[in-house]
Every structure is written in C-alpha cells, then in structure tokens.
C-alpha cells in the first residue's frame, strides 16, 4: 500500500512546526513539492528548511511539480477553483503513480493547517473516489496564518461569547459576511478593508507573519486603512506577492 502524510507546517516561521509534524517528516520517502512560480521561490525555499532542519538519520527526496495556476478570465470564481483543482488532481495522481512505490510514503507539506482555504484534503478524497489511485493517507494540524496573527497581536479572536468568521477578501468585497461580531478575512487581493463603513472597527493587520518580512499594523480602521494601504502596496512592488490576513472587530 502506498501512503500519504499531509502535513501542516505553520505560517512560515520554521519554528511552528508541532511535534506531531517533525515525527511525521520522519517517516516520508518522497515530499512532493508544487511549483508556484518564480514568485513563490521562499515558499519552496521554507519547505527545503524544514526538511533540512527537522529530518534526522533519513534519506529522503523532493519531487517537484508545475502547479497549475488558477484561470481568472471566463469563468466565475468557483467555476476557475473547481478547474484549478481538476488540473491539480491529474498532477497529483500522476505524481502518486510514477514517483511513490507500494510501501512508501509522501508527504505534501501543507502551509497552515490543512482544513483552512487549502485544496490538498478535498483533492486526495476526489482521486480516492474516482478509484484511479488507491493509497490510504493522515492529516497532521498545523498553526494557521489565523492564530499565528492572533498571537503576534495578542489578542483573542473572538469578543466574549461572540462569534468568529474566517472569509475571504472576495466575500468582504462584495458584503457578503454575516453579523459576527469579529471578522478574520484572507485572500483579499482588493483591499476589501476598505468596504467597512464603520470607521471605529478594529483592525489587527498582518503580512508575512512569523517571517522575516513581518509587517503588523493595529488601530481604528479610519485612522489606519490609509497606512495599510501604502504598506500593502509597497510589500507587493518589493517582493512581488504579498501574504497577509487581518482581524476585524466590531466596536
Ligand atoms: C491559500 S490560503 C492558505 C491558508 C493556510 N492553509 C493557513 O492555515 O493559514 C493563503 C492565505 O493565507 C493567509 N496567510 C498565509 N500565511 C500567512 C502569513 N504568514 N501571514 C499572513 N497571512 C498569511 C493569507 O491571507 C493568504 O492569502
């Protein structure tokens, strides 16, 4: 049988790693690792670290893959995912079928936590159901980008007995949020911040969290939407991509 480790490595610091994830490393023959594109080079770059720094006694090998990128023209957003992920399975299952022998493992190393805006876990149960690969595979958590910006503002998610939603930059964009009373928004490619009407909302602003590059910017949205712009802007035209996720609270 042919076995699969999917493995959340925190949000970029190396040293978010659980131990449940460096015990799982131990145990992986092949790591799988998605090509992003020029850009995204650090992200590979964190990947190699981890292995390097937590992988003793162990020989083990890389097997790096195109992943395929998203179509924005044409489609809607769920329509370019859902083909986005149809693209990713037939790489994953040909990865799982030329580079895995019976009897060993992979690992797909996971930024985050797996269960969080991440496609590898709905991927691996599609190519299971289609009955094309047969393997049997494990998830192990890891500190998401969320708590990861919660703990460097130190603060907590929710306000007392409130509730908490995880969206996206899309969602927020376009008003479709519910009424909790603290909002973590992700993916916002539009500064949808922008969109809040009420001024005295809280903002906990994070790029690049747990990295070297790490930006945080907190205050009353009407007093710091101005200097989250710039700092955004200015991350994007020095790296080329920017990472970020914030906290939204309402006064
Ligand atoms: C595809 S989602 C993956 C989320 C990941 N699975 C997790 O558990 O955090 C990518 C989004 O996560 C957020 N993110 C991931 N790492 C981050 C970091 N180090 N700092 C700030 N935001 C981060 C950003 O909103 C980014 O657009």
């Known amino acids: 049988m042919k076995r699969l480790s999917v493995i959340g490595i925190g949000a970029g610091d190396p040293d978010h790693l659980t131990m449940q994830a460096v015990?799982?490393?131990?145990?992986?023959?092949?790591?799988?690792?998605?090509?992003k594109g020029p850009g995204k080079d650090a992200l590979l770059d964190l990947r190699r670290d981890i292995c390097r720094r937590y992988i003793t006694d162990r020989t083990y090998r890389f097997v790096e893959a195109g992943s395929p990128e998203r179509q924005r023209e044409d489609l809607d957003?769920?329509?370019?995912?859902?083909?986005?992920?149809?693209a990713k399975q037939a790489t994953f299952e040909r990865l799982i079928n030329e580079q895995l022998s019976d009897g060993q493992r992979g690992g797909f190393l996971v930024w985050g936590d797996p269960s969080l805006y991440d496609s590898t876990l709905r991927i691996l149960q599609a190519i299971l159901d289609s009955g094309r690969c047969v393997f049997e595979f494990d998830v192990v958590p890891g500190i998401t980008s969320v708590q990861a910006l919660a703990a460097r503002h130190k603060v907590p998610l929710n306000s007392i007995g409130g509730s908490l939603e995880i969206t996206t930059g899309r969602r927020l964009a376009a008003g479709r949020v519910g009424d909790a009373a603290s909002t973590v928004v992700m993916?916002?490619?539009e500064d949808a911040y922008r969109q809040v009407s009420d001024p005295d909302t809280q903002i906990y602003w994070g790029a690049y969290v747990g990295m070297a590059d790490e930006l945080l910017i907190a205050g009353r949205l009407g007093d710091v939407a101005d200097d989250i712009e710039r700092t955004r802007k200015a991350a994007r035209q020095a790296n080329g991509w920017i990472m970020d996720t914030y906290l939204l609270r309402k006064p």
């Open 23 to 35: 015990k799982a490393l131990n145990q992986v023959d092949v790591f799988f690792l998605m090509d």
């Open 77 to 86: 957003y769920t329509a370019s995912v859902e083909a986005l992920n149809r």
């Open 187 to 189: 993916l916002d490619a």
